[in-house]
């Protein structure tokens, strides 16, 4: 739900049927960098329940209403409620959204609607670095061990250059 206005919702799901709708929330957690590297993803799950709680209640009149909060990869979240609920489509609702979600979403075979549309897409090299910052790349222990030897290098020629800089001035050299 988040920062869809529930009249909005409301009507983009009572619009895909007369039959009794049966909808599934799933609302992925929202963890920083620091929390999910600290593994505190406790408070963003409860902000996921109670986004998905909101959608419910909204959604109440109009359908069969279950949902939860996901896993921070909205992708996986997606796979995960699929295994117990047998979705007709998949609505993305949000402007907030990676734009690239949509295209992650049809490895599942099933439509993928979106209700705001998406925001400009990012390049390749931002969403690859976002990929890494975020943990769930294949490439991020190999992205993480370069960048910090790579510090440490840049660390030990600066104080090289340092400690030659004091003896220099000093006339120790």
């Known amino acids: 739900m988040g920062d869809v206005p529930p009249p909005r919702l409301r009507g983009a799901v009572a619009a895909r049927g007369d039959s009794p709708l049966r909808v599934r929330v799933v609302a992925p957690m929202r963890v920083g960098p620091l929390d999910w590297l600290a593994s505190a993803e406790d408070a963003g799950r409860r902000r996921a329940e109670v986004r998905a709680l909101e959608a419910e209640w909204t959604l109440q009149p109009d359908a069969e209403v279950e949902g939860g909060a996901g896993d921070a990869d909205p992708v996986q979240a997606v796979e995960d409620a699929l295994r117990s609920f047998d979705a007709d ?3 993305i609702a949000g402007k907030h959204v990676d734009p690239d979600l949509d295209d992650a979403l049809f490895r599942f075979g099933i439509p993928v609607l979106r209700l705001d549309p998406p925001r ?3 390049s390749r090299l931002y969403r690859g670095a976002r990929s890494v910052a975020r943990g769930r790349g294949n490439a991020t222990p190999f992205v993480l061990f ?7 290098l840049l660390c030990a020629v600066v104080l090289s250059l340092v400690a030659v800089a004091i003896l220099w001035l000093t006339g120790s050299l």
């Open 89 to 91: 489509e998949i609505l």
């Open 120 to 122: 400009a897409r990012r």
């Open 146 to 152: 370069v960048t910090v030897n790579l510090a440490l």
